[in-house]
């Protein structure tokens, strides 16, 4: 459960330009979780959440970019681990098969990390398909796999 909310919690911060844990708190209820301030300042501590200043001026949730070797934190690591079972890559593209119902999750994961050559991502129930830029850019992708999901 934990990890599933921590998922959706980086799914809202992306689409969302939320400031506070009460609007963190009010967004993860609101799809269905029951969570408190106290459970949301612990997902922000595990993500390493910061806040940056948004387009309009005000300050925003976001992954910090500097936490980790890869982009990747270790509670997003924590994810990939629960959650995908194999991946591998035809030319530029990388699908991943996941537990079912996670393949969105490991989307927004993937989304949220910025990773520059990833152009997009798209999931199903079980499996995600992810688009590069180039064959290698794919390959050099399921060698960080690789490395986080030992």
Known sequence: MKSKRQSVLLKLIEKYDISTQAELTEFLNSEGFNATQATVS???KELR???AVSSDGKSKYVVSRSAT???FSDRLITIFRESVLSYDNAQNIVVLKTMPGLASAACSTIDS???G????TLAGDDTAFLVLHTTEAAEDFCKNLSKMLK
Request: hydrophobic content about 45%.
């Open 113 to 115: 990390m910025q990773w």
């Open 42 to 44: 612990r997902d922000i």
């Open 49 to 51: 959440l910061i806040k």
């Open 117 to 120: 050559d990833v152009v997009g």
């Open 69 to 71: 070797d890869y982009g």
